[in-house]
Protein backbone atom coordinates (compact mmCIF):
# COMPACT_ATOMS: atom_id res chain seq x y z
CA UNK A 1 0.00 0.00 0.00
CA UNK A 2 1.43 3.21 -0.88
CA UNK A 3 1.69 5.75 1.86
CA UNK A 4 2.77 8.99 3.04
CA UNK A 5 3.05 7.84 6.58
CA UNK A 6 6.65 7.13 7.50
CA UNK A 7 7.45 6.00 10.87
CA UNK A 8 8.12 9.34 12.61
CA UNK A 9 4.41 10.17 11.21
CA UNK A 10 2.79 6.56 12.56
CA UNK A 11 4.53 6.77 15.54
CA UNK A 12 3.99 10.49 16.66
CA UNK A 13 0.35 9.71 15.54
CA UNK A 14 0.21 6.93 18.34
CA UNK A 15 2.01 8.95 21.01
CA UNK A 16 -0.71 11.89 20.46
CA UNK A 17 -4.00 9.22 20.41
CA UNK A 18 -2.62 7.71 23.49
CA UNK A 19 -1.88 10.44 25.59
CA UNK A 20 -5.08 12.07 24.46
CA UNK A 21 -6.83 9.29 25.51
CA UNK A 22 -5.10 8.74 28.58
CA UNK A 23 -5.78 12.32 30.02
CA UNK A 24 -9.50 12.08 28.77
CA UNK A 25 -9.83 9.00 30.57
CA UNK A 26 -8.12 9.90 33.43
CA UNK A 27 -9.99 12.93 34.28
CA UNK A 28 -13.35 11.06 33.52
CA UNK A 29 -12.40 8.41 35.90
CA UNK A 30 -11.86 10.75 38.69
CA UNK A 31 -15.20 11.61 38.75
CA UNK A 32 -17.04 8.44 38.40
CA UNK A 33 -20.56 7.96 37.54
CA UNK A 34 -21.47 11.78 36.54
CA UNK A 35 -23.34 13.50 33.48
CA UNK A 36 -20.95 15.69 31.39
CA UNK A 37 -22.13 19.11 31.39
CA UNK A 38 -22.83 20.83 28.14
CA UNK A 39 -19.74 23.43 29.20
CA UNK A 40 -17.68 20.18 29.57
CA UNK A 41 -18.27 18.93 26.35
CA UNK A 42 -18.38 22.05 24.45
CA UNK A 43 -14.83 22.37 25.73
CA UNK A 44 -13.62 19.27 25.01
CA UNK A 45 -15.24 18.93 21.95
CA UNK A 46 -13.05 22.19 21.15
CA UNK A 47 -10.08 20.38 22.83
CA UNK A 48 -10.78 17.51 20.11
CA UNK A 49 -11.13 19.52 17.07
CA UNK A 50 -8.19 22.01 17.72
CA UNK A 51 -5.81 19.11 18.47
CA UNK A 52 -7.25 17.35 15.03
CA UNK A 53 -6.27 20.56 13.11
CA UNK A 54 -3.17 21.31 14.93
CA UNK A 55 -1.97 17.68 13.50
CA UNK A 56 -2.92 18.81 10.15
CA UNK A 57 -0.96 21.53 10.04
CA UNK A 58 1.85 19.09 11.79
CA UNK A 59 1.62 17.14 8.99
CA UNK A 60 1.84 19.56 6.19
CA UNK A 61 4.70 20.87 7.32
CA UNK A 62 6.27 17.55 8.24
CA UNK A 63 5.63 17.07 3.98
CA UNK A 64 6.72 20.38 2.72
CA UNK A 65 10.13 19.69 4.00
CA UNK A 66 10.30 16.33 2.85
CA UNK A 67 8.46 15.89 -0.06
CA UNK A 68 7.63 19.16 -1.44
CA UNK A 69 4.67 22.33 -0.46
CA UNK A 70 2.69 20.76 -3.35
CA UNK A 71 2.55 17.15 -1.82
CA UNK A 72 2.11 18.88 1.29
CA UNK A 73 -0.69 21.04 0.34
CA UNK A 74 -2.33 17.82 -1.74
CA UNK A 75 -2.31 15.29 1.62
CA UNK A 76 -2.99 17.77 4.40
CA UNK A 77 -6.29 19.57 2.05
CA UNK A 78 -7.32 15.15 2.28
CA UNK A 79 -7.04 14.83 5.81
CA UNK A 80 -9.01 18.18 6.05
CA UNK A 81 -11.58 16.50 3.58
CA UNK A 82 -11.89 13.43 4.87
CA UNK A 83 -12.17 14.41 8.70
CA UNK A 84 -14.95 16.98 8.07
CA UNK A 85 -16.59 14.31 5.87
CA UNK A 86 -16.05 11.17 9.18
CA UNK A 87 -17.35 14.24 11.60
CA UNK A 88 -20.48 15.13 10.03
CA UNK A 89 -21.60 11.54 9.57
CA UNK A 90 -20.51 11.02 12.84
CA UNK A 91 -23.50 12.79 14.25
CA UNK A 92 -26.16 10.49 12.88
CA UNK A 93 -24.32 7.88 14.83
CA UNK A 94 -24.82 10.01 17.73
CA UNK A 95 -28.28 10.43 17.35
CA UNK A 96 -28.53 6.58 17.22
CA UNK A 97 -27.02 6.50 20.54
CA UNK A 98 -29.56 8.62 21.80
CA UNK A 99 -32.59 6.06 20.73
CA UNK A 100 -30.13 3.73 22.02
CA UNK A 101 -29.78 5.22 25.48
CA UNK A 102 -33.27 6.10 25.84
CA UNK A 103 -34.79 2.55 25.00
CA UNK A 104 -33.13 0.84 27.54
CA UNK A 105 -33.56 3.62 30.05
CA UNK A 106 -29.94 4.44 30.54
CA UNK A 107 -29.75 7.33 32.84
CA UNK A 108 -27.36 9.78 31.76
CA UNK A 109 -24.92 9.66 34.82
CA UNK A 110 -24.24 5.84 33.69
CA UNK A 111 -24.23 6.56 29.74
CA UNK A 112 -20.36 7.58 30.26
CA UNK A 113 -19.05 4.38 30.97
CA UNK A 114 -20.58 2.76 27.76
CA UNK A 115 -19.64 5.31 25.80
CA UNK A 116 -15.47 5.16 26.67
CA UNK A 117 -15.66 1.79 26.28
CA UNK A 118 -17.52 2.60 22.73
CA UNK A 119 -15.11 4.59 21.64
CA UNK A 120 -12.43 2.94 22.72
CA UNK A 121 -13.81 -0.25 20.32
CA UNK A 122 -14.52 2.00 17.79
CA UNK A 123 -10.96 2.69 17.24
CA UNK A 124 -10.00 -1.00 17.00
CA UNK A 125 -12.62 -2.08 14.95
CA UNK A 126 -12.22 1.01 12.60
CA UNK A 127 -7.95 0.66 12.41
CA UNK A 128 -8.56 -3.15 11.42
CA UNK A 129 -11.24 -2.08 8.62
CA UNK A 130 -9.39 1.01 7.19
CA UNK A 131 -6.42 -1.25 6.66
CA UNK A 132 -8.38 -4.07 5.12
CA UNK A 133 -10.32 -1.80 2.78
CA UNK A 134 -6.57 -0.24 1.76
CA UNK A 135 -5.31 -3.46 1.18
CA UNK A 136 -8.62 -4.30 -0.81
CA UNK A 137 -8.97 -1.08 -2.77
CA UNK A 138 -4.54 -1.39 -3.55
CA UNK A 139 -5.69 -5.31 -5.14
CA UNK A 140 -9.28 -4.55 -6.41
CA UNK A 141 -9.28 -1.31 -8.01
CA UNK A 142 -12.86 -1.51 -9.19
CA UNK A 143 -14.13 -1.70 -5.61
CA UNK A 144 -14.38 1.93 -5.45
CA UNK A 145 -16.97 1.57 -8.08
CA UNK A 146 -19.21 -0.89 -5.85
CA UNK A 147 -18.42 1.45 -2.55
CA UNK A 148 -19.91 4.25 -4.71
CA UNK A 149 -22.33 2.50 -5.46
CA UNK A 150 -23.30 1.51 -2.09
CA UNK A 151 -22.95 5.40 -0.66
CA UNK A 152 -25.17 6.39 -3.00
CA UNK A 153 -27.93 3.77 -2.35
CA UNK A 154 -27.09 4.46 1.40
CA UNK A 155 -27.76 8.50 0.92
CA UNK A 156 -31.15 7.69 -0.68
CA UNK A 157 -32.08 5.03 1.80
CA UNK A 158 -30.80 7.90 4.78
CA UNK A 159 -33.30 10.53 3.27
CA UNK A 160 -36.43 8.37 3.00
CA UNK A 161 -35.66 6.38 6.46
CA UNK A 162 -38.08 6.97 9.80
CA UNK A 163 -36.48 7.19 12.50
CA UNK A 164 -38.45 4.87 15.50
CA UNK A 165 -36.66 3.83 18.37
CA UNK A 166 -39.53 1.47 19.85
CA UNK A 167 -38.51 -0.67 17.43
CA UNK A 168 -34.85 -1.09 18.64
CA UNK A 169 -36.54 -4.33 21.14
CA UNK A 170 -37.63 -5.90 18.04
CA UNK A 171 -34.29 -5.89 16.41
CA UNK A 172 -33.17 -9.66 15.73
CA UNK A 173 -30.08 -9.22 17.29
CA UNK A 174 -31.49 -7.66 20.41
CA UNK A 175 -33.56 -10.55 20.45
CA UNK A 176 -31.12 -13.40 20.08
CA UNK A 177 -28.80 -11.40 22.72
CA UNK A 178 -31.57 -11.48 25.63
CA UNK A 179 -32.28 -15.13 24.13
CA UNK A 180 -29.18 -16.45 24.45
CA UNK A 181 -27.82 -14.71 27.85
CA UNK A 182 -28.52 -14.66 31.42
CA UNK A 183 -29.82 -11.04 32.40
CA UNK A 184 -30.77 -8.71 34.81
CA UNK A 185 -34.34 -7.08 34.55
CA UNK A 186 -32.91 -4.06 35.63
CA UNK A 187 -29.34 -1.82 35.34
CA UNK A 188 -27.37 -2.78 38.27
CA UNK A 189 -25.27 0.98 38.11
CA UNK A 190 -21.94 0.83 35.58
CA UNK A 191 -21.52 -2.88 35.86
CA UNK A 192 -22.11 -5.37 32.72
CA UNK A 193 -21.97 -8.47 34.77
CA UNK A 194 -23.02 -9.09 38.36
CA UNK A 195 -22.68 -12.38 40.21
CA UNK A 196 -25.92 -13.11 42.15
CA UNK A 197 -25.75 -16.51 44.65
CA UNK A 198 -22.70 -17.92 42.33
CA UNK A 199 -24.10 -17.21 38.98
CA UNK A 200 -22.65 -14.81 36.81
CA UNK A 201 -25.38 -12.09 35.11
CA UNK A 202 -25.08 -9.65 32.12
CA UNK A 203 -26.85 -6.47 32.66
CA UNK A 204 -28.98 -4.46 30.16
CA UNK A 205 -25.66 -2.16 30.03
CA UNK A 206 -24.14 -4.48 28.38
CA UNK A 207 -26.62 -5.49 25.81
CA UNK A 208 -25.99 -1.74 25.08
CA UNK A 209 -22.55 -1.64 24.72
CA UNK A 210 -23.16 -4.17 22.02
CA UNK A 211 -25.52 -2.65 20.14
CA UNK A 212 -23.33 0.88 20.45
CA UNK A 213 -20.36 -1.15 19.01
CA UNK A 214 -22.64 -2.48 16.25
CA UNK A 215 -23.97 0.75 15.30
CA UNK A 216 -20.19 1.96 14.71
CA UNK A 217 -19.43 -0.87 12.77
CA UNK A 218 -22.37 -0.29 10.74
CA UNK A 219 -21.84 3.61 10.48
CA UNK A 220 -18.17 2.78 9.25
CA UNK A 221 -19.23 0.90 6.16
CA UNK A 222 -20.78 3.98 5.36
CA UNK A 223 -18.07 6.60 6.61
CA UNK A 224 -14.81 4.68 5.75
CA UNK A 225 -15.69 4.25 1.93
CA UNK A 226 -16.48 7.72 1.92
CA UNK A 227 -13.25 8.85 2.81
CA UNK A 228 -11.75 6.64 0.08
CA UNK A 229 -13.38 8.97 -2.31
CA UNK A 230 -10.97 11.59 -1.21
CA UNK A 231 -8.05 9.36 -0.92
CA UNK A 232 -6.89 5.81 -0.70
CA UNK A 233 -4.16 6.33 1.44
CA UNK A 234 -3.99 4.56 4.59
CA UNK A 235 -2.28 7.37 6.84
CA UNK A 236 -4.55 9.94 5.66
CA UNK A 237 -7.50 7.64 5.99
CA UNK A 238 -6.81 6.25 9.67
CA UNK A 239 -5.88 9.23 11.24
CA UNK A 240 -9.37 12.07 9.70
CA UNK A 241 -10.71 9.10 10.71
CA UNK A 242 -9.60 8.67 14.10
CA UNK A 243 -9.27 12.10 15.22
CA UNK A 244 -13.11 12.39 14.19
CA UNK A 245 -13.94 9.38 16.42
CA UNK A 246 -11.77 10.48 19.66
CA UNK A 247 -14.46 13.51 19.84
CA UNK A 248 -17.60 11.65 19.59
CA UNK A 249 -18.18 11.40 23.23
CA UNK A 250 -18.10 14.85 23.61
CA UNK A 251 -19.98 15.40 20.85
CA UNK A 252 -22.92 13.31 22.26
CA UNK A 253 -23.03 15.10 25.72
CA UNK A 254 -23.18 18.30 23.50
CA UNK A 255 -25.92 17.52 21.28
CA UNK A 256 -27.92 15.10 23.68
CA UNK A 257 -30.14 18.03 24.68
CA UNK A 258 -30.57 19.63 21.97
CA UNK A 259 -31.28 16.88 19.13
CA UNK A 260 -34.32 17.59 18.55
CA UNK A 261 -33.32 21.16 17.13
CA UNK A 262 -31.40 19.20 14.20
CA UNK A 263 -33.85 17.68 12.08
CA UNK A 264 -32.53 18.54 8.66
CA UNK A 265 -29.03 17.21 8.96
CA UNK A 266 -30.09 13.53 7.70
CA UNK A 267 -31.12 15.38 4.62
CA UNK A 268 -27.48 17.17 4.53
CA UNK A 269 -25.61 13.90 5.02
CA UNK A 270 -27.73 12.46 2.84
CA UNK A 271 -26.91 14.44 0.32
CA UNK A 272 -23.28 14.63 1.04
CA UNK A 273 -23.24 10.79 0.53
CA UNK A 274 -25.41 10.67 -2.59
CA UNK A 275 -22.46 13.40 -3.62
CA UNK A 276 -19.99 11.26 -2.82
CA UNK A 277 -21.05 8.22 -4.56
CA UNK A 278 -21.56 9.98 -7.39
CA UNK A 279 -17.52 11.05 -7.18
CA UNK A 280 -16.83 8.11 -6.81
CA UNK A 281 -18.99 6.32 -10.30
CA UNK A 282 -17.69 9.10 -12.43
CA UNK A 283 -13.72 9.25 -11.18
CA UNK A 284 -12.64 7.70 -14.74
CA UNK A 285 -14.82 9.79 -16.86
CA UNK A 286 -14.59 13.44 -14.54
CA UNK A 287 -12.35 13.79 -11.27
CA UNK A 288 -13.40 16.25 -8.85
CA UNK A 289 -10.29 17.78 -7.23
CA UNK A 290 -9.99 17.54 -3.37
CA UNK A 291 -10.14 21.41 -2.68
CA UNK A 292 -13.78 21.19 -4.81
CA UNK A 293 -14.80 18.54 -2.83
CA UNK A 294 -14.20 20.11 0.37
CA UNK A 295 -15.89 23.27 -0.59
CA UNK A 296 -18.97 20.90 -1.46
CA UNK A 297 -19.11 19.03 1.40
CA UNK A 298 -18.70 22.40 3.89
CA UNK A 299 -20.96 24.14 1.45
CA UNK A 300 -23.87 21.24 1.90
CA UNK A 301 -23.33 21.48 5.48
CA UNK A 302 -23.89 24.73 6.13
CA UNK A 303 -26.51 25.23 3.87
CA UNK A 304 -28.19 22.58 5.77
CA UNK A 305 -27.53 24.65 9.35
CA UNK A 306 -28.94 27.57 7.65
CA UNK A 307 -32.22 25.64 6.55
CA UNK A 308 -32.30 23.97 9.87
CA UNK A 309 -31.96 27.68 11.87
CA UNK A 310 -34.92 28.84 9.66
CA UNK A 311 -36.98 25.79 10.50
CA UNK A 312 -36.59 25.84 14.12
CA UNK A 313 -37.15 29.67 14.03
CA UNK A 314 -40.73 28.80 12.43
CA UNK A 315 -41.39 26.11 14.69
CA UNK A 316 -40.89 28.29 17.84
CA UNK A 317 -43.04 31.37 16.13
CA UNK A 318 -45.59 28.39 15.37
CA UNK A 319 -45.71 27.57 19.37
CA UNK A 320 -45.50 31.02 20.59
Known amino acids: MNTVG???LWGSFAVVVVIMLAIDLLLQGRRGAHTMTMKQAAAWSLVWVTLSLLFN???WWYLT???????ADTQALAFLTGYLIEKALAVDNV??????FSYFAV?????RRVLIYGVLGAIVLRTIMIFA???LVTQFSWL???FGAFLLFTGIKMALAKEDDSAIGDKPLVRWLRGRMRMTDKIEGERFFVRKNGVLFATPLLLVLIMVELSDVIFAVDSIPAIFAVTTDPFIVLTSNLFAILGLRAMYFLLANVAERFSMLKYGLSVILVFIGVKMLIVDIFHIPIAISLGIVGGILALTLIINAVVNYRNDQKVS
Open 95 to 100: FVWLML
Open 107 to 111: PAALQ
Open 144 to 146: LYI
Open 133 to 135: GSW
Open 57 to 59: AAF
Open 65 to 71: GTAGREV
Open 6 to 8: TPL
